[in-house]
């Protein structure tokens, strides 16, 4: 009953190039969460979304930008690739105004080559 | 700022011994704090939560502990066995921009010795 979906497990992109992670919730949730998890920093924020077209940056939006035109699709979107972008992206979703019910994806491992 | 400070960042026990894991936030405004359990290859998976109105929560042999004062929490994992062996991680939840937001701590890696 997979609930959060991450269209790419494994992904090898060139740098430069534009890359595209998307996630779709099918629970009606209103937010939606970009996270990336690298080894010994945790999980950071990327950006996020509390409702369709919006937007908010996360800690570290920094070659990064989103879209969210349905409630249930929230996409990550490297405008041109690098190296320093190779992580593990995670997707997450929350009801509206609160955290409780957080839920992940399982994950895209993005290397830029 | 929002910040998640979790320590150690490395953790090995004894099968069957106990295993505790410690984190302090930044803002007093944080109001509940989960634990996620991450096997290797998996998703983080919620395995216990705490909202700041209680001060101690316990689940089989996990339990989390909160001190609103000195703000800081613990995850406290009692006989442990191998399939505890994973990658914990505690997070603090931010209010901002009319959405409540998680940000994490650093992650522990638990090893169960047998």
């Known amino acids: 009953d997979v609930k959060v979906t991450q269209s790419s497990r494994y992904l090898v992109k060139r740098t430069g190039e534009k890359v595209f992670l998307e996630c779709v919730q099918d629970?009606?949730?209103?937010?939606m969460f970009w996270y990336r998890q690298d080894p010994g920093l945790g999980l950071r924020l990327i950006y996020f979304s509390y409702d369709v077209k919006m937007k908010e940056k996360g800690d570290i939006p920094e070659g990064y930008s989103v879209s969210r035109e349905k409630k249930e699709r929230f996409s990550l979107i490297l405008e041109s690739a690098s190296t320093n972008q190779t992580s593990m992206y995670l997707c997450?979703?929350?009801?509206?105004?609160?955290?409780?019910?957080?839920?992940f994806g399982s994950g895209t491992r993005l290397t830029v080559v | 700022g929002e910040n998640v400070e979790q320590h150690p960042s490395t953790l090995s026990v004894q099968e069957g011994d106990s295993a505790v894991i410690k984190c302090t936030y930044s803002d007093s405004a944080s109001n509940y704090f989960p634990w996620y359990k991450q096997e290797l290859g998996k998703r983080p998976q919620l395995i216990i939560d705490?909202?700041?109105?209680?001060g101690e929560k316990k689940d089989q042999r996990i339990a989390v502990t909160l001190n609103k004062t000195a703000k800081h929490f613990s995850l406290h994992i009692t006989e442990t066995q191998p399939e505890d062996s994973a990658v914990y991680f505690c997070a603090a939840s931010f209010f901002t921009q009319g959405a409540q937001k998680l940000v994490f701590g650093q992650g522990t890696r638990l090893t169960i010795n047998p």
């Open positions: 629970m009606d949730h209103e937010n």
């Open positions: 997450a979703s929350s009801p509206r105004g609160t955290s409780y019910g957080y839920t």
């Open positions: 705490i909202r700041s109105n209680v």
